[in-house]
């Protein structure tokens, strides 16, 4: 049973069509690469895929709580915001808890009052109380597997860095589907390899994977 399918999908930019009634099965386990010249519609349809934008005809059918995660071709995140705060919003509702109890516990480094104590025990229980532990692994391992910072401001890193984040953040939510947008694009050589050598590692693990791309060398 496929994960994901697009049936008879239209979508236009002005008069010039991006999908012409296309079909498109995304299985299990599956690694498709879209490939085509830049403005030809990749980004159109992996955000219609993602149920990010909505089609002018046609369906997209998505297996019941299929979990998907779309990185877009260049992140958007508030420059003021931690890494551990942006990957953290990929756990979905309970990253406020998670961002809480890490500033928390990086506060007692300045602050060793009874207050500040009595703020991390009660944000440790409602841990325990909401899966929190499991939720920060998830997290820290993200982090950890695009060698990332958590303390970093992302005002202050190089776009190689910010997809890596977007990345982290994406991973972080376990995704079922994984849909990447020009991952490479923009990027400098070291950077690019980097984030090449990751999605190999993606592709070893099994996970399934749909890559946009203008360049078929990638």
């Known amino acids: 049973m496929p994960l994901l399918t697009l049936d008879k999908g239209c ?11 296309a079909e498109f099965q995304v299985d299990d386990g599956e690694r498709i690469a879209l490939i085509g010249r830049n403005g ?3 980004s159109s349809l992996l955000r219609a895929l993602a149920g990010l934008a909505a089609l002018d005809d046609g369906t997209v059918w ?3 709580s299929l979990r998907i995660a779309f990185v877009p071709q260049e992140p958007d995140f508030p420059p003021e915001q931690t890494v551990f705060d942006a990957v953290a919003s990929g756990v979905g509702e309970a990253s406020r808890l998670l961002v809480d109890y890490h500033a928390a516990t990086h506060g007692l480094a300045h602050d060793h009052s009874e207050a500040a104590m009595t703020r991390l025990h009660e944000l440790q229980m409602q ?5 929190g532990w499991r939720l920060n692994t998830r997290v820290e391992q993200a982090l950890a597997e695009l060698n990332l910072s958590g303390e970093a401001r992302l005002g202050e890193m190089s776009g190689g860095g910010l997809k890596r984040v977007a990345l982290a953040r994406a991973l972080a939510g376990e995704p079922e589907l994984l849909l990447l947008d020009e991952p490479t694009a923009g990027l400098d050589p070291k950077s690019a390899f980097q984030l090449r050598e990751f999605i190999k590692q993606q592709k070893k693990a099994g996970h399934t994977l749909v890559i946009s791309s203008h360049n078929l060398r990638e």
């Open 127 to 131: 841990l325990e109380a909401n899966d």
């Open 11 to 21: 979508l236009a930019f002005g008069h010039v069509a991006l999908l012409d009634h």
């Open 40 to 42: 030809s519609g990749k």
């Open 62 to 64: 998505r297996q019941d």
